[in-house]
Structures are given as structure tokens and as C-alpha cells.
């Protein structure tokens, strides 16, 4: 990279983090200090407005700049990633959304509390959101350090080091000092940002084929060396039957992760009604279906003007492949129109790794101080005192993120990103539909839901060929795999539902028939709603 590159590229960094540490300086300025205005932003944002923040924590970086990186080497395997991301917000929009809205005030666990005895229940959802959190968010942490650097021209420990530190320290800013109203307008620009970046190169690369996407197609399949199987499923999930049943444990993990993803659920906290809330997601459903056809012509649009050899050249995981497509489509290395394309990529990509660490960062803290604090302390304590504790939270948080994303910056992120949706899936989703459609569920159920989807996931990861066993492990020199697939979806998401249903069973406890039939109308209805 060359230095015009990198100068261009940090100016654009300073501009953006100048303008959302000017957005949080003016919110702490403007904000009552409420758990509701610091944990929801005092409920006020519009439809649209939330709509884009949600897409603005949805669209990471890995999205951005991984689906098209997958998709430039692997071809139509890589877009399936894509697919699944999407659909995922059907079993949102249809089962989670408003009834999330109606039941709960700021966090997962408000959800299964509403008709639970609150304590064992609380612990149990609060360890889960925030283990959940941590896994997503080392995985954005790693990633700025790796990337981030990389754009910069700078490959050395010290860079990376220097960058994990940088975007740490700005998460923490502005959530202790912003809350969520903060987090919120940073998700709003860098929703636009990348939706504007997106939307530029993606314009960009059908005016190369003059719109012929046949053509784009037919050409990136010559160039990745593979043919017509470039466009054909089985290049990467069509092997053994191992591979074939790691393809479904992904989909699985990747479609109902995302109703379990805390960052996602605190959103439909964040605006007035539970009609609002489904308006919401059906305008973040539009913003990110389109952004996620565009990183399939990106994808393919890589694959056909640098090549997979050459994508792979720059980085084996393909994370560099938008980058090096920006730089062709600006006129090439040492142009002014690839530096300047260039330098705005690796921009909207800092953007991107800023906002959504924000999000993820706010998220846990709120599980911190609602849920775990809030079950442990004393009775009488003030709102403002547990304000104060996320606050805290989210300074702890961010340095464990900081150090983990250090200690972590020559691993491959992609199964962290997994495993995080895996989790969601398995300990957080089955509590949640089990809380608001089951009539005989009880606190043994929700409790044992959460740890018996939790607990196999985590394990099983740890077993699996991500972590050892083979030379792409995290350990190569160590050997002690004994599951076969990376992702454990497949078999805790339903060891999630099996434990809760097992739990509520065995239970000596009767089901409160008095409360479920409080939260089945509140959650219907909106009556008494927060």
C-alpha cells in the first residue's frame, strides 16, 4: 500500500471518528441519565430511524468485507453465507420482534422473567448474553486488528497491537459516556456509509460488464481456475459427509442465531410501541437484503477482475478482496481514483468495525448491570446506581476485549463469528420461544434451556477441528479434537430446546397459569408494555 493510501485512508478515519465522537459528546450532554434513556435512548426513535440502526449493527465487517471474500474464492458456496444472514430476519420479523418489544424493557432476560421467578433466571440469560457478546465482539476486535492494519500498510505486532488498543478505548468512549442513544446515531451513519460504499462499487463493477451479469458470472468462473463448478454448489461444503453436515449446522446457526443475538434485541427496545418495532425490522429487512445481493456482485465482481490466486495472495480468508476490487475499479495502484476508492473502503470498513463493537459493547453491559448486578445486589438500589454499573461494565468489557483481541490477532475469527450465532441459537432463542409460546414452561425449564444449549456449544467448539487437531487450528501442535464439524449448531441448538423441555418436565413446580396469561396479552396486545 502505498502512501498516498495510507494518508487518504487515515484522514478519512480521523473525519469519521471525529464526527460520532462529536455525536456522543452533544448526547451526554443532552441525556437525563435514566437507566431508560441509557439502556434504550428514552425510547424515542422513529421506525426508520431504528431500521437503520439495526442494519448498521447487523452489516459487520465480516459481512462487508467476508461474504465477498468468501464468495470471490469458493463462488456459490461463499453466497450461501449471504442467504442465510437474510432469511434469518424472517424468523425475526414474524416470531421475535413485537412480542419482544411488548414483554420485555431493556434486555433478553426481561423477556423470561415477565412470567419466571427472577433470579436463577436472570443469571442464567445475563451469563449467556454476555458470553455471546464477548464471542462477537473479540471476533470485531481481531478483526480491526488485523485488517485495519492491513490497509494502513502495516503488518508488524506492534500496528495491530496499536489498533486493537485504539478501536477499545473508542468502544468504551462512547458507550459509558453516550449510552444508547449515542450508539445509536453512530449505527445510523455508518449504516449510510456502507450502504453508500456498497452501492458505488457494486455500480462500479456491472458498468466494467455494461450490466451483463451473465457475462460477470461466465467470467468469474474462468478466472477462479474451477469452471462451471465456481458457480455450482459442493466447491466447499460438498466433500464428505462431514462437510455436508457442517454446511447444515452453519445454516442453522446463521438463520436462528440472529433472534437470539442480544445487540440485535435490545434494539426493539429502543422505539415507542411494538408496531414500531415491526416496522423497524421490515425497513432493516429492505436496507439489508439489498446490501447482501450487492456482496454477491462484489464477490463475483473480485473473482473476475483480481482473481482468487491474487485475493488469496493478499489474504487466505479473502478479507482483502473488496479492498483490492476498489483499488481496480478506481484505475489501479498508484492512480488517484484508486487511492481515493481505496482509502474510502478501508474507511466505511473502520466505520463499520467501530459502530458494531459499540453496539455489542452496550449490549453487555446492559446484561451486566440489569441482569447479573441487578440480581446479586441489595434491594432499594437506584436506577442511576445500576447506570452507573454498566458504565463500569463497559470499561471491563473493553479491556478484556482489548486483551483477548491481542492475544488473539493471528487467529482466524471466522468460527468466533459462528460460534456466537451458534450460542445465540442454542441457549438464548429456545429460552425465548419457549417464554412466549409455551404455556407450561417453568423457571427448571428456562434455566435449564439456557445452560443446556449454552454448555455443549462452548464444549464442543473447543473439541472440534477449529481448536486443534489440524494444521488450521488454533493449537496445530495439539491434538485433542473428538467432535468432527466447526460449528456445534447442528447438535446443541437442539440439546438447547431438548433441556428446556426436559427441565419444565421435571419440574415440582406448577406453571404460573395467572402470569402466562398476563404476558401472552401484554405480548399480543401491548397492554402494560414498557
Not at 476508492?341 to 451486566?368: D, E, K, M, N, W
Request: glycine fraction near 12%; charged fraction near 10%.
Amino acid at each position: 500500500m502505498t502512501t498516498d493510501h495510507q494518508t487518504t485512508a487515515l484522514l478519512l478515519f480521523s473525519a469519521f471518528v471525529a464526527v460520532t465522537l462529536g455525536i456522543t459528546t452533544w448526547v451526554s450532554r443532552n441525556r437525563q441519565g435514566s437507566a431508560e434513556e441509557f439502556y434504550a435512548g428514552g425510547r424515542l426513535f422513529s421506525p426508520l430511524e431504528n431500521g437503520f440502526a439495526i442494519a448498521g449493527d447487523y452489516m459487520s465487517a465480516a459481512s462487508f468485507l467476508g461474504i465477498s471474500g468468501l464468495i470471490a474464492l469458493v463462488g456459490y458456496d461463499g453466497m450461501l453465507y449471504s442467504v442465510g444472514f437474510l432469511v434469518a430476519w424472517l424468523v425475526v420479523l414474524f416470531l421475535v420482534a413485537e412480542l419482544v418489544r411488548n414483554c420485555g424493557r431493556f434486555t433478553l432476560a426481561d423477556v423470561v422473567a415477565a412470567r419466571m421467578r427472577e433470579r436463577p433466571v436472570r443469571i442464567a440469560a445475563g451469563t449467556s448474553s454476555v458470553t455471546v457478546s464477548v464471542l462477537y465482539l473479540v471476533a470485531q476486535m481481531v478483526g480491526a486488528g488485523s485488517l485495519v492494519a492491513l490497509l494502513l500498510g502495516g503488518t508488524g505486532e506492534a500496528v495491530q497491537a496499536w489498533t486493537v488498543v485504539g478501536v477499545g478505548a473508542l468502544m468504551v468512549i462512547y458507550v459509558s459516556l453516550g449510552g444508547m442513544r449515542a450508539t445509536t446515531w453512530i449505527q445510523i451513519v455508518k449504516a449510510v456509509l456502507l450502504l453508500g460504499g456498497t452501492i458505488t462499487l457494486t455500480v462500479l463493477v456491472l458498468l466494467r460488464f455494461h450490466g451483463d451479469v451473465n457475462r460477470l458470472l461466465h467470467t468469474a468462473a474462468e478466472r477462479s481456475g474451477h469452471g462451471d463448478a465456481f458457480l455450482a454448489p459442493g466447491l466447499a461444503y460438498g466433500g464428505d459427509w462431514t462437510a455436508r453436515f457442517d454446511f447444515i449446522s452453519l445454516g442453522l446457526a446463521l438463520v436462528l442465531g440472529t433472534a437470539g443475538l442480544p445487540h440485535i434485541l435490545s434494539r426493539f427496545y429502543t422505539v415507542p410501541t411494538a408496531r414500531a418495532a415491526r416496522r423497524s425490522v421490515v425497513w432493516a429487512i429492505g436496507l439489508i437484503g439489498g446490501f447482501y445481493l450487492m456482496t454477491i456482485v462484489l464477490g463475483f465482481g473480485a473473482a473476475a477482475l483480481i482473481g482468487p490466486d491474487a485475493v488469496r495472495a493478499s489474504h487466505a480468508s479473502g478479507n482483502t478482496a473488496v479492498p483490492l476490487l476498489a483499488l481496480d475499479l478506481g484505475g489501479g495502484a498508484g492512480t488517484t481514483g484508486g487511492t481515493v476508492l481505496f482509502a474510502v473502503v478501508a474507511a466505511v470498513a473502520f466505520a463499520t468495525i467501530l459502530a458494531v463493537v459499540a453496539g455489542i459493547t452496550l449490549a453487555s453491559s446492559a446484561s451486566v448491570a440489569h441482569d447479573l448486578y441487578a440480581s446479586l445486589r441489595r434491594p432499594g438500589g437506584k436506577p442511576r446506581s445500576e447506570v452507573a454499573v454498566a458504565r463500569v461494565a463497559a470499561v471491563g468489557i473493553g479491556v478484556v476485549a482489548i486483551a483477548l483481541g491481542l492475544l488473539a490477532r493471528d487467529l482466524n475469527v471466522a468460527f468466533l463469528v459462528g460460534l456466537a450465532f451458534a450460542v445465540a441459537a442454542s441457549a438464548n432463542l429456545p429460552v425465548l420461544l419457549y417464554s412466549l409460546f409455551w404455556r407450561g414452561f417453568t423457571t427448571r425449564g428456562a434455566v435449564w434451556s439456557v445452560y443446556g444449549g449454552l454448555i455443549p456449544a462452548v464444549v464442543l467448539v473447543l473439541l472440534s477441528p477449529v481448536v486443534s487437531g489440524s494444521p488450521d487450528s488454533l493449537f496445530p501442535e495439539a491434538d485433542f479434537q473428538l467432535f468432527p464439524l466447526q460449528n456445534p449448531g447442528l447438535v446443541s441448538i437442539p440439546l438447547g430446546f431438548l433441556a428446556g423441555w426436559l427441565g419444565t418436565v421435571t419440574s415440582p413446580e406448577a406453571p404460573d397459569e395467572a402470569r402466562h396469561a398476563e404476558t401472552e396479552v401484554r405480548s399480543l396486545t401491548g397492554a402494560g408494555a414498557a
